[in-house]
């Protein structure tokens, strides 16, 4: 080779170096937050005047103002008089089968376009990510979109195909019939357990439900079965509780192994026996999604940026409709409080989820019913925040702390004084990269009425 070939070589490489330097940098561009009260998101006292550096996806640093200077090359972001705290997390929705838009529900509405829709309203609210909970209407778009990362856009899980005892039992509505596994003995229960665990999914959700007699029930020997099979492929197995025979499926269950439930007991107040297996079985979790008395006047003002104006009409009607009647009270909203609040007092892992179709509000819904059920408000924010992360294995997420993703919501008010106010966002932070609400927000209502 000639020397001069040489020198061209080496020049072609250092180019090279250099714009795989000049690129990681860019990547790495260093950005320092700092002014606001911060809310870590686990049980650390929160950090009044605090500061963070963010470089690339990351938190690299969190403290207090003035305990180290930022770096030289660091942008700097005032955010004296904000709170800033952890995105949330919803543990259970069923995204995809609802259009926002026109407000359909059908199985023809599970679309790629529909889904990124969904999961960038969830980003909108600051939800970083959000669990689809076995009624994947398409398993191989499901499991596409799991693996991708969107901008703009809360992250898609997915337990993939639930299992129920005849695919159209488990979940009601004409749009969802069809969808799970069907599992009439224990060997069916094991070979969907199986086929789950060759796409790579960790949650194994299953029906226990008849819908009041109407639909065959999931058998004990079926979903001990599928209990054992996910248990011995290191899977964990998570049970949706009957409205009518919740509480003795729900200590069944306990016995049987379940890792955790998407529903609390929601058919009767849970009893003594209950709350003893409770304390035997401190590992086991519950989502309890609890059924508001519907919107408030609050809710739907911050609906109504990104929910058709005929929509929100609708629930500004029945707000009235509840007001005129003075019947404000939701009797299964009760029962749930007093269930979730003696299981929250019994030990019980509480995490959060909300059973949602789509807008990516109910996270914020739901923080508030834990508030009006007895939680503090900082528990409310943990159990959407860290708890979520920690059951769901989302190790990187969940608080704001060095070596964490920089999922953040930067807040106008502080919602340890009024959990309401964890609605009042200025901005939203995913991964690092600030979220464009407007450019969302004027897609959402784009073409609705």
């Known amino acids: 080779m000639s020397f001069r070939r040489l020198i061209v070589y080496f020049l072609i490489l250092v180019a090279s170096g250099f714009a795989t330097l000049a690129s990681s940098q860019a990547r790495r561009t260093a950005v320092w937050f700092e002014g606001a009260r911060l809310i870590i998101g686990d049980k650390s006292p929160s950090i009044e005047n605090s500061a963070f550096l963010v470089e690339g996806d990351s938190f690299t640093w969190v403290g207090k103002k003035g305990d180290r200077q930022p770096p030289a090359n660091a942008t700097r972001v005032d955010l004296t008089g904000k709170t800033v705290m952890p995105t949330l997390i919803d543990g259970h929705n069923h995204i995809g089968l609802v259009n926002e838009k026109d407000g359909t529900n059908k199985k023809s509405n599970y679309t790629r ?119 011995k492929n290191g899977m964990e197995t998570l049970a949706h509780l009957s409205r009518t025979s919740g509480l003795e499926d729900a200590k069944d269950l306990l016995k049987s192994g379940v890792d955790g439930f998407v529903h609390t007991v929601r058919d009767r107040d849970v009893d003594e026996e209950y709350i003893a297996l409770v304390k035997a079985h401190p590992k086991v979790w519950t989502g309890p999604n609890i059924p508001g008395p519907g919107e408030s006047e609050q809710e739907i003002n911050a609906l109504a940026e990104t929910l058709p104006a005929s929509t929100i ?36 892992v509480i995490g959060l989820g909300t059973d949602g179709t789509g807008d990516g509000f109910g996270a914020h819904q739901q923080i508030g019913y834990y508030v009006r059920c007895g939680f503090t408000t900082a528990e409310a924010i943990q159990a959407a925040t860290s708890v979520n992360a920690r059951i769901l294995g989302l190790n990187r997420m969940g608080v704001v702390a060095e070596g964490k993703e920089a999922d953040f919501i930067v807040l106008d008010e502080n919602p340890l004084q009024n959990i309401g106010n964890a609605q009042k966002i200025n901005k939203v932070y995913l991964r690092g990269v600030e979220v464009d609400r407007a450019g969302l927000r004027k897609n959402f209502l784009a073409g609705t009425k």
């Open 113 to 231: 376009e529909n889904l990124i829709d969904q999961l960038q309203r969830y980003a909108y609210y600051g939800t970083a990510a959000a669990m689809s909970m076995g009624l994947e209407a398409d398993q191989e778009l499901a499991y596409k979109l799991r693996d991708e990362v969107i901008p703009n856009a809360a992250k898609f899980l997915t337990v993939g195909k639930g299992i129920a005892a005849t695919p159209m039992a488990g979940p009601p509505g004409e749009a969802r019939l069809g969808i799970p596994y069907g599992a009439s003995n224990a060997e069916e229960g094991r070979q969907h357990v199986r086929e789950l665990h060759a796409r790579g999914v960790h949650f194994v959700k299953f029906w226990v439900d008849d819908r009041e007699g109407t639909v065959p029930k999931l058998k004990p020997e079926v979903y001990r079965a599928i209990i054992d099979e996910a248990h």
């Open 313 to 348: 009409a609708d629930m500004r009607r029945q707000l009235e409709n509840r007001k005129t009647s003075g019947n404000s009270s939701n009797p299964l909203f009760e029962l749930h409080c007093r269930n979730v609040k003696r299981i929250h007092d019994a030990g019980m």
